[in-house]
């Protein structure tokens, strides 16, 4: 199992531009989330999908979508890139809910 | 509003002694607390947990204290090994939305020969 992998590992936007990190899980994980890391804030949830088809809106989630088409695959866009966007992100997946969340390695973005 | 506070943003401890990361929270309709630990240029890994219907558990080196009426919970990590050295971060979740973790701001812990 390759676990959680995201791509890209670094990627660097120009305000406005954008892009869509990509998240994708072989475990057969129902639930995913998307969190965004910065200093002195810890991780804060930005969208969270409980299946495929169902998602839903986390503790940040304006200026990013989500869609959950397969049980694998969990897409993080960004419609038009601010600076304030500037973070690392994290995907996480867990067989549920309740169960404990396994991370990807993350994506480092700069918007400039 | 951050509802769950790691106060020492750094530790130094030397390897083979005591390293205690604490952790408060705010919200008391939290009832499960975790800890995960960072390593640089990684995603964060799943240390150990704790239910509020308990007060310790236990994982070999490490040891998670709850004082629920305290709103505290302390990790504990003993021997110290170089190993050790990463970011932990402590998180909490509600009964009625447990995908949703909320997480302190980390505590970098450096572990010295």
């Known amino acids: 199992n390759a676990g959680v992998t995201q791509t890209p590992k670094f990627q660097v936007l120009k305000t406005g531009q954008s892009m869509t990190l990509q998240c994708a899980q072989d475990?057969?994980?129902?639930?995913m989330s998307w969190y965004r890391q910065d200093p002195g804030m810890g991780l804060r949830l930005i969208h969270y999908s409980v299946g495929a088809g169902i998602t839903d809106q986390g503790e940040v989630p304006n200026g990013y979508n989500v869609s959950r088409s397969t049980t694998e695959d969990f897409p993080l866009r960004l419609l038009s890139a601010a600076p304030s966007q500037t973070s690392v992100y994290f995907c996480?997946?867990?067989?549920?809910?309740?169960?404990?969340?396994?991370f990807g390695p993350g994506t480092r973005l700069l918007v400039l | 509003d951050q509802q769950v506070k790691q106060n020492s943003p750094s530790l130094s401890v030397q390897e083979g002694r005591i390293s205690i990361l604490n952790c408060d929270y705010t919200n008391s309709m939290f009832d499960y607390f975790l800890w995960y630990k960072k390593y640089p240029a990684e995603g964060p890994t799943f240390l150990i947990s704790i239910s509020s219907i308990k007060d310790k558990n236990e994982d070999g080196r490490f040891t998670v204290f709850l004082n629920k009426s305290a709103k505290h919970l302390s990790l504990h990590i003993v021997p110290s090994q170089p190993g050790d050295s990463a970011v932990y971060f402590c998180a909490a979740r509600r009964a009625d939305s447990w995908g949703k973790l909320q997480f302190g701001a980390g505590t970098q812990v450096v572990v010295t020969p």
């Open positions: 475990m057969n994980h129902e639930y």
């Open positions: 996480a997946s867990s067989y549920s809910s309740e169960q404990t969340q396994y």
